[in-house]
């Protein structure tokens, strides 16, 4: 039989297995399966087991007659040497927005070709479509005992499935083609042995993405992304290697994993509004929507070929003709009359630098060290395609460690940025904010952490802000520990805050510093220096083992205050400023104190223009993220400009979907009107 063929018959079998299994998204329906109190860590983990082999029974009665094999929810057809199609379901529950827990269903196909399966090289393709359907609950036993979305019936590709969806719902589709060439490692070996095996490895990749989220009155919000991707990655593994082909999959060992990669990402996403009451609008959505979701569509782009960044463009241009001209012609009317409402257009250029090193050791004990650069350059276009460029540098250093799958499992984030605006020639102009991220995810939190937790942040951020905070009572834990507990904190300073700063000297910053280094309690950030010799260096550490900071942060302690007055100077040339930041963000002491640091450095009267902090604690059985903000209940539009090229920047270089694009910080989701307003602060 032709591959092709059964290529489509399989994944039409895939998608239209679960056309029996309907489910109602009503806001009272989701409601009535929610309760927000009374569950014992014993229910959960219950309610968790019973959701995941309800799903799996399901998936595997459908596909029981069918050639597709299912084995951990995992479908798979081999075609051949080096030809097959994958397909996986995924279910989770994660804490969202304000005191929201989201339900996340995921569906995806691959279908894979090596196109030299015998040789020592490899060329392969990867095709992919993945959709991700997310709807938000008041507590995480509503997530977790949620219908799943059928993944036939509840795509929205017309204008009345979208009508039928729930309030925030959202709906993304993702269709990325990649083909890599790289060498081949073979399993098969004459003897038992510690290998060392670089691999080096190109790709280019062209995705075509939609995502979808529900409005009230029949209101939707629909982005479209044309993205292109190239890059290149080199790996080197000590890897054990023994006789036997399935003890080599089943059983890894690598003591020594090293990773370095270089990718460049071009992309063009519209952010638009549709009015689904209105019949054009509803043809202009399903002009742009249908086309990508139609499922002959999907099938026969799965047998294509690479597209050109011009093609996609083309295409999505093509496409999206209705919904600019009915934009263009309802600019000026009031805002119930608008039919088609665009948002935005952003081009991105992005350029990513990442480099790891780790371990991993029978898939159970798995220690990752991962430091990645990203610069973007991002434009933003009006109504009336005028522009405005910015450039983003951001740095990140992620530690993720596996011990069993159990306790030891840890995950800790830090990323810092910076955004520069640039004149009418694209050269750089001014900084204009910065911000700090940090996460600590997947962690085990005690009693005594969070109440250490409290204790800290009230020491080293103003009074006006850490009087916001909303921390767990930890007698209210229902145990001695908060498990797969996510603390999250990020900040970002506006250009009121650099102005604000701009008179602030060295002598300022170092006197602050130390004041803060006081403050901070217990502090384990290894001293940096200049210095080669090892009695200095022992000297420096046994200082900080005595908390004699002072003299264990010397080096910190002169060239922070340096580096940051340069960046707040703007006497000083725009490069010079740049390079500075670039010091500072690889200072370990700055990673950890810096945001704190700038936070005190401003004016108590100008801090609530100056920046936005966020805290967000949540964890498994903690009903409720608990989440504080400042300003507190404040109009933020100073503040959006940052954090949307943020968002923008991340799904880019991770394809994360952020539902704060969508929902505001209580939960509900952003109106016309506030979206109107935040994205006008954000195109000037």
Not at 477 to 497: C, I, K, M, P, Y
């Amino acid at each position: 039989m032709n591959k092709s063929l059964i290529l489509s018959t399989a994944l039409i079998q895939l998608l239209t297995a679960s056309r029996g299994w309907t489910q109602t998204t009503s806001a009272a329906t989701k409601s009535s399966i929610e309760q927000t109190a009374g569950y014992t860590e014993v229910d959960y983990e219950k309610a968790e087991v019973e959701a995941r082999e309800t799903w799996l029974k399901y998936i595997t009665e459908k596909l029981k007659d069918s050639k597709i094999n299912v084995s951990a929810s995992i479908p798979l057809i081999e075609f051949g040497s080096g030809t097959s199609l994958k397909g996986r379901y995924q279910n989770k529950s994660v804490p969202s927005v304000a005191n929201l827990y989201s339900g996340i269903d995921i569906w995806s196909l691959d279908f894979d070709t090596d196109y030299f399966p015998k040789s020592s090289a490899a060329i392969t393709s990867n095709f992919k479509r993945e959709v991700t359907f997310i709807q938000q609950f008041n507590s995480r036993m509503g997530a977790i005992k949620r219908l799943p979305y059928n993944p036939y019936t509840k795509i929205p590709n017309t204008a009345e499935r979208a009508k039928n969806l729930a309030i925030s719902d959202y709906f993304a589709f993702r269709a990325p083609l990649t083909v890599a060439i790289g060498n081949r490692i073979d399993d098969v070996v004459d003897d038992t042995t510690l290998k060392s095996l670089p691999i080096i490895s190109a790709f280019i990749s062209s995705e075509m993405d939609v995502q979808i989220f529900k409005m009230e009155n029949n209101h939707v919000r629909v982005r479209a992304i044309a993205l292109s991707e190239k890059g290149a990655k080199a790996s080197f593994e000590l890897i054990l290697i023994t006789p036997h082909l399935i003890i080599n999959r089943l059983f890894k060992v690598n003591p020594l994993e090293i990773e370095a990669s270089n990718n460049h990402a071009k992309s063009l996403t519209f952010d638009y509004i549709f009015d689904l009451n209105d019949t054009d609008a509803a043809r202009a959505y399903e002009q742009l929507v249908g086309q990508r979701l139609n499922v002959k569509e999907i099938v026969k782009s799965l047998v294509g070929v690479p597209t050109s960044n011009a093609k996609l463009l083309a295409e999505l241009k093509k496409e999206l003709e209705a919904a600019n001209d009915l934009a263009a012609t309802d600019e000026n009317k009031d805002l119930a009359s608008r039919r088609v409402i665009r948002l935005a257009k952003i081009q991105n250029e992005s350029s990513q630098d990442s480099f790891s090193i780790g371990t991993n050791i029978l898939r159970l004990v798995k220690f990752t060290a991962l430091n990645r650069t990203s610069e973007s350059n991002i434009t933003l276009f009006d109504i009336k395609d005028g522009q405005q460029d910015y450039f983003v540098k951001t740095f990140t250093e992620e530690r993720k460690r596996r011990i069993f799958n159990w306790k030891g499992n840890r995950k800790i984030l830090r990323n810092s940025g910076i955004i520069v605006s640039k004149d009418g020639s694209k050269e750089m102009n001014d900084i204009i904010g910065l911000h700090t991220i940090i996460l600590n995810d997947n962690i085990n939190v005690t009693q005594g952490d969070l109440k250490a937790l409290a204790d800290r942040l009230s020491r080293i951020l103003p009074k006006e802000v850490a009087s916001t905070l909303s921390i767990p009572n930890a007698k209210n834990l229902s145990g001695e520990e908060l498990r797969n507990a996510h603390v999250t904190q990020s900040l970002s300073f506006n250009a009121d805050a650099l102005e604000n700063l701009k008179t602030i000297t060295y002598h300022n910053i170092k006197t602050e510093l130390e004041l803060l280094m006081d403050q901070m309690g217990d502090i384990d950030i290894r001293p940096m220096g200049d210095v080669s010799e090892a009695n200095e260096k022992s000297a420096r550490l046994q200082y900080l083992v005595d908390r004699n900071y002072k003299m264990a942060y010397s080096h910190e302690l002169h060239y922070i205050p340096l580096y940051l007055a340069t960046v707040l100077n703007k006497n000083e040339r725009i490069e010079t400023r740049m390079e500075s930041y670039d010091k500072l963000a690889n200072l370990d002491l700055y990673k950890e104190l810096g945001a704190a640091l700038l936070m005190r450095l401003i004016p108590v009267s100008k801090l609530k223009e100056s920046f936005s902090f966020k805290l967000e604690i949540s964890g498994r059985y903690l009903e409720r993220v608990y989440t504080s903000t400042y300003p507190a209940n404040a109009d933020l539009t100073k503040h959006n400009l940052f954090n949307r090229i943020l968002q923008e920047n991340d799904y880019v270089n991770d394809r994360s979907q952020n539902l704060r694009m969508f929902l505001r910080d209580d939960g509900a989701p952003f109106s016309s009107k506030e979206l109107l307003v935040r994205f006008k602060s954000v195109s000037k």
